[in-house]
């Protein structure tokens, strides 16, 4: 099994974080025992987690618990620095990647990464996505908006066509959910926004007609199976049909874009797998459990085996030979 969708938090010290930006800078604090530790943001803790996320060693110990082969690693969110000025955020990206080269580097066969870019500047985002490849990433991960500027904004687009002529596969994570004080209980900013946000980024590059100048040669994957988009793509139609103001930056039937975009497999049931695989097609389904975080796939795979509809030959693609052709990745 191949799993497009991971993540890490490196060693980032306080004082590493405070000099880029004393409250929004994240840092890892590790407990005695190194088992156990918190994201910090400022002096507060932002999130429990534990030595996977920054121990290559007992991230590989567990991909072979779960008879995973190959994980693709990329940075939690939290370390993306959109909100900081643009030479500051790329300086950061450039250590963060640098750290994600050297988590990967003892174990080559079994753990890859994705870069991130400062997205705020797309002379700096680009040339950090190529020089990234370069040191051995297999692509980069962006977020699903840059502040307010959603994947349709021309500078969101000029990085994907760079993406697209360089032939760099993007994965776009929802981060930064909407929030108004409403979705303060129960984890909905992860339940109800995340999913808006990621079915947000797929729209925006739908409606605005931007895979209309975008070439096809764009490979680019959305998270949690796409969020909201697959269940919701029948009213977009709808709605194309129906209003001139959908219709009028995108020329095409909404769902005939489907087949340029590529989601993960994180909809943790049978029902949805099914949905998703007919919307995007079986070969734009690729395993991913979101590890090491508690929102992820427990038993990776599990889900995409217990579809007998899918097939083997759909269940093998789907579980790595899809991830193997978008990421130009050995057999
Ligand atoms: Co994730």
Redesign the pocket.
């Known amino acids: 099994m191949i799993d497009i969708?991971s993540?890490f938090f490196p060693r980032i010290s306080q004082a590493e974080a405070h000099a880029v930006d004393a409250q929004r800078a994240p840092w890892l604090t590790v407990d005695e025992g190194g088992k156990t530790g918190q994201i910090m943001l400022g002096d507060k803790p932002f999130r429990p987690v534990h030595d996977e996320l920054w121990d290559p060693d007992a991230r590989v110990r567990g991909l072979d618990g779960a008879g995973i082969a190959l994980q693709i690693i990329c940075a939690t969110?939290v370390m993306f620095g959109y909100a900081w000025e643009a030479p500051r955020a790329a300086d950061w990206a450039t250590r963060m990647n640098e750290k994600a080269a050297a988590y990967c580097a003892p174990h080559p066969t079994r753990l890859r990464w994705l870069s991130q870019v400062a997205l705020q500047d797309v002379k700096l985002a680009t040339a950090e996505a190529a020089r990234a490849m370069k040191a051995g990433a297999v692509g980069v991960q962006i977020g699903n908006h840059m502040e307010k500027k959603d994947l349709d904004h021309p500078d969101m687009v000029d990085f994907l066509i760079f993406c697209a002529d360089n032939a760099i596969p993007v994965f776009v994570?929802p981060w930064d959910m909407m929030t108004d004080g409403r979705m303060k209980k129960w984890m909905m900013p992860w339940l109800v926004a995340m999913p808006a946000e990621t079915q947000l980024g797929m729209l925006s590059l739908i409606l605005s007609g931007a895979l209309e100048r975008i070439p096809k040669s764009l490979k680019i994957c959305f998270?949690?199976g796409g969020g909201s988009f697959a269940y919701t793509l029948g009213r977009v139609d709808n709605a194309w049909k129906h209003r001139d103001i959908v219709r009028q930056d995108c020329p095409e039937l909404p769902s005939s874009y489907a087949r340029r975009l590529y989601t993960d497999s994180a909809v943790f049931d049978p029902g949805a797998l099914k949905l998703l695989t007919e919307v995007m097609g079986i070969d734009r389904v690729m395993l991913g459990t979101?590890a090491p975080?508690p929102l992820?796939e427990q038993q990776p795979g599990a889900l995409v085996r217990s579809c007998d509809f899918l097939g083997s030959e759909a269940q093998q693609r789907i579980l790595g030979g899809n991830a193997r052709a978008f990421f130009g990745l050995p057999a």
Do not use: K
Request: net charge negative.
């Open positions: 969708h993540h969110p994570h998270a949690h979101d975080f992820g």
